[in-house]
């Protein structure tokens, strides 16, 4: 049988999500990871062949790689498994991307550009609701204002829940605080440093600052100077916020940290199925320019991990059809802002 792709971490929430729904895009996949017994069962019942293969071993990765155009990494937390696959598709000449929103990580896969374009292959990372959703807002607020010198994006979850993926990776930045981008250069801030109401055209929701991917990707999109970006928490939340920076030594313990993912271990692996159904993201964004003229753009669409598992296919699809660039690229940088409404469920307003 001839495999579109490798799907790496198919074991995982989002991994099986990408797996059970590629069928539905005419996409086979090779399904690739560590655990035996999870991707042989799931391959059994999908009925497509799958590899083995520890990320730790190059010599194993060139031989799941051989041949291949593509691969969707969805194996986290990324900061430790990116540079691997990364490593192996430059050398094997296979396209990368991932399902990865973690500033640090966009910020490593961009270094392996020159190295991509001597390869005569693409890296695309965040080819999920991180980032693609923000990423397609961002460059939308070009198109329509040029001029914009800041730009400030805010998301909402409404009705879903996290993986114990997404969980993890949050457990391993405790105490790490925010980030935003000033004068085109990524600069450390309090998590939660600023809040305000923003109206998402469903509801009005407050919002706080978070180190999202779009610090990195969008002002490569868009070379937007100043970025922030925002998400929707309880007023609480962001008050209890303020005193973390007293408790953040404390929170970049190992001890604490591990003591938080064996919580997250005991919950469920995800969202089910019915809450995958009945939620829904929204997503804000604003772009000022320097006359302090500004556009507000809206944009929603079905729940996070559904929004993610369409979208990396939906790029994939892209790719194999011969559309890409060698390089680092983002989503709405290489596809442009309507990439976005190839999502079922998605529109702007």
């Known amino acids: 049988m001839q495999n579109d792709f490798v799907l790496y971490g198919a074991n995982g929430y989002t991994g099986e999500l990408i797996a059970r729904l590629s069928n539905a895009y005419g996409l086979r996949p090779l399904l690739a990871g560590r655990n035996r017994a999870a991707i042989h069962a799931l391959a059994e019942e999908l009925n497509l062949q799958y590899v083995i293969t520890d990320l730790n071993n190059p010599a194993a990765l060139d031989n799941l790689l051989k041949g291949q155009q593509l691969v969707i990494h969805a194996a986290g937390p990324f900061s430790r ?19 990865n929103g973690d500033i640090s990580c966009f910020e490593l896969v961009k270094l392996f550009d020159k190295q991509a374009k001597a390869s005569n292959c693409m890296l695309m990372p965040g080819v999920g609701f991180d980032v693609v959703p923000t990423d397609s807002v961002a460059k939308k607020i070009t198109e329509m204002q040029p001029t914009t010198t800041a730009l400030q994006l805010a998301f909402a979850s409404i009705g879903g829940s996290i993986s114990h993926g997404t969980a993890t990776t949050m457990a391993e930045k405790l105490g790490e605080g925010g980030a935003k981008r000033k004068n085109g250069k990524i600069v450390r801030t309090p998590l939660g440093e600023n809040g305000m109401y923003v109206d998402f055209g469903k509801k009005q929701l407050f919002v706080m600052s978070i180190p999202w991917g779009d610090i990195s990707t969008a002002h490569h999109t868009t ?16 008050k209890w916020m303020k005193f973390q920076k007293y408790f953040n030594w404390l929170l970049r313990l190992d001890l604490v940290r591990n003591i938080v993912k064996k919580k ?34 809206r944009l929603k669409g079905p729940e996070g991990y559904t929004f993610t ?6 790029i994939a699809k892209e790719i194999l059809q011969g559309n890409w660039n060698p390089g680092y690229q983002t989503p709405a940088g290489q596809y442009g802002s309507e990439l976005v409404l190839k999502v079922p469920g998605v529109s702007f307003y």
Not at 81 to 99: L, P
Not at 309 to 314: D, E, G, N, T, V
């Open 81 to 99: 498994t990116a540079t691997q696959m990364v490593e192996a598709c430059i050398r094997n000449q296979v396209h990368y991307t991932d399902i």
């Open 223 to 238: 070379g937007i100077p100043n970025i922030e970006t925002f998400y929707a928490v309880k007023p609480s939340v962001f």
């Open 264 to 297: 997250i271990d005991q919950r469920p692996a995800g969202p089910n199925e019915a809450m995958r159904q009945k939620g829904i993201s929204l997503v804000w964004g604003k772009g000022t320019n320097d006359n302090g003229e500004s556009i507000t753009i």
């Open 309 to 314: 598992a369409h979208a990396s296919l939906i």
